[in-house]
């Protein structure tokens, strides 16, 4: 049942925070697939500058 709802997720939309795993808020910009909260923890180790 977990795991089918997990396929299910994976089949449709990964609108998913590749990092925590959130949905919120999320950054699909630049192909991240990050939230934006992520996206400024990890903006520099991706190769972003601050971008605030
Ligand atoms: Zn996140």
Known sequence: MAIRY?????????RKCKIC???RA?????K???CRRC?????E?????KLS
């Open 6 to 14: 997990e396929l299910r997720q994976r089949g449709k939309g990964m």
């Open 21 to 23: 795993g959130g949905s």
């Open 26 to 30: 999320l950054i699909r910009s630049y």
């Open 32 to 34: 991240l697939y990050v």
């Open 39 to 43: 996206f400024r923890e990890n903006a």
């Open 45 to 49: 180790r991706l190769g972003f500058e």
